[in-house]
């Protein structure tokens, strides 16, 4: 008996001490299983990306600086990386789930991400990066609340629904891969998607029957938080609810100064929160809308995703045409106008993307100015590409980081230019060298002519100007020095320009892409290498004890590696939990 007390104290001071590592952030742990499932969306059987069986994934529920760690199985027969869509991973570009910072996760392996969602708030997601397989799914909704102490700039909700809208085809993503290989166009999507399912059958004629559609089931009288993210290919969506007004007051990680919208434009890898407040007479359902801008809207009219809203003294069942979108299908100035009606509420309580916590991000001195110009595509060396200031980037077998971390030559050129290259384009893997605590302003000039969106992971950057014609010194006058949104995602629209400005105050290397899924896949893209020449673990963190190797350094590369460090970091908390029960156990026998 002695003895059984003894091994149970034992035991209990064992793991107590293997848990003090959990004391000052939590942490929360998830397993990811990523396969591919057969669905019928839009009516037709095709092949989806699935996570745990389900399309979409399920969403991540964080608080401001847990420790998130997930568990990523890859039962897909090709290669998988995860990105994590506006997460700063913060000291950490090992994490972020990119081919110029990651070596993939091979078919049949596990890995485990681990990262802190540090000073971060907001609604963002996930989705894989690798071999245009956003297209067939495998995206989730990414929760970032505040924590307790920190108060939200409006009531509690009565309930959080996120919602993903996105463009779809019934091709599977390897046919649209060898598409654009091919030198083709993708062509019109065959439908709008809300939550992984169809449209709403509001006409008989544009919509077959048996499609399932999303509902959400609401209360009246009751105030809903809506996260909605545009996890699509390559269409600007029109977001609306029939007979609501949709209070602004987040986005990407930043409060806005609160406006109600009829609707509003979310453009492809976008995110914003409206609160949802359930005010009609529920005398039926309401439309949810979710449906293509900036197209001919008699061909696109079956390309439009349609969900229910449902009140729970709903009398019956939504009927009638859809609630209009903007009219303004050959002009873009109505859609211009109400970003920059988009404004950051400085008085909020939050994190702030701005050095030294300062929020006079309009009074610091630019260090660094990039004009980065995208057109349509050309052809290098026989191929269809994309470029971003005359270069196409290539992705290296080497990711950018490990080269770096092992003094690998050759990998990449440290030379993108600061203004569109002159001569005929280019593919290369060339990379903007940032400057360690610079305040760097980037210029995005769209001259194609479709909307583009541009993400930089890493950072929120202040969105401070956008306007139509190129981009000139004079531009500077028009710029929101005070309340411009903070962000990691901004539209540029065709023939126009959007200024973004940048604090490099987050140590790695940064993916600058579109995230119009077909031109980043064919090259609009590149890296921003930020380093301290200080060698110190305050400015980032150790590379992983789980890191993979690739390219150059792949016979660094042992199979056990990866089951050792996965089975040790996600069966932690179990593992606690397992020593406190034997130990209980031991002691009360």
Not at 156 to 177: E, F, K, M
Not at 195 to 216: A, H, W
Not at 236 to 248: A, D, E, P, V
Not at 430 to 459: A, P
Request: hydrophobic letters at 35%.
């Amino acid at each position: 008996m002695a003895l059984s007390k003894f091994l149970g104290l034992f035991l209990i001071h064992i793991a107590l001490l293997s848990s003090s590592c959990f004391a000052a952030d939590p942490f929360v742990f998830y397993d990811f299983e990523v396969s591919y499932i057969t669905a019928s969306p839009l009516g037709v059987p095709q092949q989806v990306i699935a996570i745990n069986n389900k399309f979409p994934g399920p969403t991540i529920n964080s608080t401001t600086n847990n420790n998130v760690v997930i568990n990523v199985r890859n039962k897909l027969d090709e290669s998988l990386l995860l990105h994590w869509s506006g997460i700063q991973q913060r000291r950490s570009s090992w994490q972020d789930g990119l081919p110029g910072t990651n070596c993939p996760i091979p078919p049949k392996w596990n890995w485990t991400y681990q990262f802190q969602v540090k000073d971060q708030i907001g609604s963002f997601f996930y989705f894989p990066s690798l071999h245009f397989q956003r297209a067939a799914g495998g995206f989730g909704g990414f929760i970032i609340n505040n924590r307790d102490i920190i108060p939200i700039p409006f009531g509690s909700p009565d309930g959080d629904i996120t919602i993903l809208i996105g463009d779809w085809y019934t091709r599977n993503h390897t046919a649209l891969r060898k598409a654009l290989d091919a030198g083709k166009d993708l062509g019109m999507p065959d439908g709008v998607l809300i939550n992984g399912k169809g449209p709403y059958r509001y006409n008989d004629t544009l919509v077959p029957d048996d499609i399932d559609y999303e509902t959400i089931d609401v209360h009246p009288g009751k105030t809903y938080r809506l996260r909605v993210h545009n996890v699509g290919i390559s269409t600007s969506l029109n977001f609306r609810i029939q007979s609501h007004n949709l209070l602004l007051a987040e986005t990407e990680g930043s409060y806005t100064v609160q406006q109600n919208y009829t609707s509003l434009d979310i453009h492809v890898g976008q995110s914003y929160s409206f609160l949802l407040t359930t005010d009609q007479n529920a005398s039926s359902d309401y439309y949810i809308v979710a449906s293509a801008r900036f197209v001919n809207e008699s061909q696109w009219k079956r390309v439009t995703g349609v969900a229910i809203l449902r009140y729970s003294n709903s009398k019956g069942k939504a009927a009638g045409p859809l609630p209009d979108p903007p009219q303004d299908e050959y002009d873009k100035t109505f859609s211009m106008n109400q970003a920059r009606s988009i404004r950051w509420n400085v008085s909020a309580s939050g994190a702030r993307p701005n050095p030294q916590g300062s929020f006079r991000y309009g009074s610091i001195n630019v260090t660094e100015i990039f004009v980065l110009k995208n057109k349509p595509p050309v052809t290098i060396d026989g191929k269809r590409r994309t470029t971003l200031s005359g270069i196409s980037f290539v992705n290296p077998a080497t990711p950018i980081r490990l080269a770096d971390q092992f003094k690998v030559k050759g990998v990449y050129k440290l030379d993108f230019p600061s203004r569109p290259l002159t001569g005929p384009p280019k593919m290369e893997t060339s990379v903007i060298n940032g400057t360690f605590r610079g305040f760097m302003e980037v210029i995005l000039q769209n001259n194609d002519t479709k909307v583009q969106t541009y993400h930089l992971s890493g950072y929120a950057f202040f969105v401070v100007g956008m306007d139509y014609g190129e981009w000139s010194e004079n531009s500077r006058g028009t710029y929101n020095k005070w309340d411009g949104i903070a962000r990691s995602t901004t539209q540029v629209y065709p023939g126009a320009w959007t200024a973004i400005l940048i604090s490099l105050d987050n140590v790695g290397v940064w993916n600058l892409r579109t995230e119009n899924l077909d031109s980043w896949y064919l090259g609009q893209e590149t890296y921003i290498r930020v380093v301290n020449p200080e060698v110190t673990n305050k400015t980032e963190l150790p590379m992983p004890d789980n890191v993979l190797y690739c390219g150059a350094l792949s016979k660094r590369q042992k199979p056990q590696d990866i089951s050792f460090a996965t089975s040790i970091t996600t069966s932690s908390s179990k593992l606690f939990l397992a020593v406190l029960m034997v130990a209980s156990a031991l002691l009360f026998h």
